[in-house]
Nanobody
Framework: QVQLVESGGGLVQAGGSLRLSCAAS????????MGWFRQAPGKEREFVAT????????EYADSVKGRFTISRDGAQNTVYLQMNSLKAEDTAVYYC?????????????????WGQGTQVTVSS
């Protein structure tokens, strides 16, 4: 049974940084793609970043390029999202997701497993 547990959210001032973690268990994830999505109140869930677990290649939403970095630690079975230069519009619940495919995707519907989410609030 796959479990994804996010942590690291919190309250930060605009311009600050946070690092989110997603601890993955229940499978060998070498053939998976991992993603981060976010959902703000009253808005649909939107893509943030994705990474291929085995090769490390990644893609980002235009809104976070140059500010956010996705990475993974195979030994720890953990995926990270380093968020720098945070803006008020980054405020959302951030979700970790896993897809049983090497192919990177920005589409939430193709991901197979989801974490419970962690709140990120950026004060302006």
């Amino acid at each position: 049974q796959v479990q994804l547990v996010e942590s690291g959210g919190g309250l930060v001032q605009a311009g600050g940084s946070l690092r989110l973690s997603c601890a993955a268990s229940g499978r060998t994830f070498s053939s998976y793609a991992m993603g981060w999505f976010r959902q703000a109140p009253g808005k649909e869930r939107e893509f943030v970043a994705t990474i291929r677990w085995s090769a490390g290649s990644a893609e980002y939403a235009d809104s976070v390029k140059g500010r956010f970095t996705i990475s993974r630690d195979g030994a720890q079975n953990t995926v990270y999202l380093q968020m720098n230069s945070l803006k008020a519009e980054d405020t959302a619940v951030y979700y970790c997701a896993a897809r049983k495919s090497y192919t990177l995707s920005m589409v939430a519907a193709v991901y197979d497993y989801w974490g419970q989410g962690t709140q990120v609030t950026v004060s302006s």
